[in-house]
């Protein structure tokens, strides 16, 4: 069964950093794109960063200059570097990957992992 498992939530103080992983694992042919979503309570899920394959990475406007998305294709683990970390960015972060199973194509979720910055 496929499965992205994703590390690297926690607790941190605003101003501090963070780094999350999504390894994508299972009987899979391919990888496509990557993206990270976060989702806080009385608020919409929004895109935060994504990375398709081939193409350029982007950030939401409300990360900008303090996230970057990157990837390790060969492992097929993508990461979202976290740094001067605002109490708006306590969320649930979910990482989102579009795979290919033989002709198939769909999209996979992570578990999600708290991320929750203190004033």
């Known amino acids: 069964q496929v499965q992205l498992v994703e590390s690297g939530g926690g607790l941190v103080q605003a101003g501090g950093s963070l780094r999350l992983s999504c390894a994508v694992s299972g009987s899979i042919s391919s990888v496509n794109t990557m993206a990270w979503y976060r989702h806080a309570p009385g608020k919409q899920r929004e895109l935060v960063a994504i990375?398709?394959?081939?193409?350029?990475?982007y950030v939401a406007d409300s990360v900008k200059g303090r996230f970057t998305i990157s990837r390790d294709n060969p492992k097929n683990t993508a990461y979202l570097q976290m740094n001067s970390l605002k109490p708006e960015d306590t969320a649930v972060y979910y990482c989102?990957?579009?795979?290919?199973?033989?002709?198939?194509?769909?999209?996979?979720w992570g578990q999600g992992t708290q991320v929750t910055v203190s004033s």
């Open positions: 989102k990957a579009n795979i290919r199973v033989r002709t198939l194509e769909y999209d996979v």
């Open positions: 990375f398709p394959t081939g193409g350029t990475a």
